[in-house]
């Protein structure tokens, strides 16, 4: 049995609430795994298969079109690249990615075992960065200390909440 059983089923009010963010339905979400500072949700943690029978390796998905588009941002000014460098000169950032990668592999491994997937966690861990989205969603989710670049990311971002609480806003942007 997997971990996802044990969980208390995500709240309506919540699933709503990532489908207006994401603009389709929710799927796979066993739990709300960080909140915006507003109180919507900013990150869910997903089944490593989706209803539908489809692998999905990404357990930490960014749902908030702020958190997403501040990141996009981030992504264009070329910080992939430089991570990845960064990871290729630096063993000790290679070991911490690594270890991210582990840590990543571990919390899916609890919502079920998927075989198509196995061994591969997400945003390019533990040899190159790919998507700074799932990182930063992991380090949101799993707390500072476990994703260095997901970490680093998350503090170059700045209050992307900031303009009012997202979901006040959300409702006027058609998102």
Same mark, same amino acid.
């Given at each position: ?62 749902? @908030?079109?702020?958190?997403?588009? *501040?990141? $996009?941002?981030?992504?264009?000014? +070329? =910080? ?6 960064? %990871? ?42 790919? @998507?700074?989205?799932?990182?930063? *969603?992991? $380090?949101?989710?799993?707390?500072? +200390? =476990? ?6 990311? %998350? ?21």
């Amino acid at each position: 049995m997997s971990a996802a059983a044990d969980l208390p089923p995500v709240a309506p009010e919540d699933l709503d609430a990532v489908s207006r963010q994401l603009g389709r339905e929710a799927r796979g979400v066993v739990e709300v795994a960080h909140r915006c500072r507003c109180g919507e949700p900013d990150v869910v943690r997903t089944e490593p298969r989706l209803p539908d029978g489809t692998p999905f390796p990404t357990s930490f998905y960014a749902t @908030c079109p702020r958190l997403t588009g *501040a990141l $996009s941002t981030l992504e264009s000014q +070329g =910080v992939m690249k430089e991570m990845t460098d960064r %990871l290729e000169a630096d063993p000790g950032l290679r070991t911490a990615y690594e270890g991210a990668h582990a840590d990543y592999l571990a919390r899916r491994a609890e919502l079920g075992d998927v075989p198509e997937i196995a061994g591969t966690s997400a945003g390019g861990m533990p040899t190159r960065v790919k @998507c700074l989205h799932v990182l930063v *969603a992991h $380090s949101l989710a799993s707390g500072p +200390g =476990v994703n260095p670049l997901g970490d680093e990311a %998350l503090a170059m971002l700045g209050p992307w909440w900031d303009r009012a609480p997202c979901s006040e806003t959300l409702a006027g942007e058609g998102s």
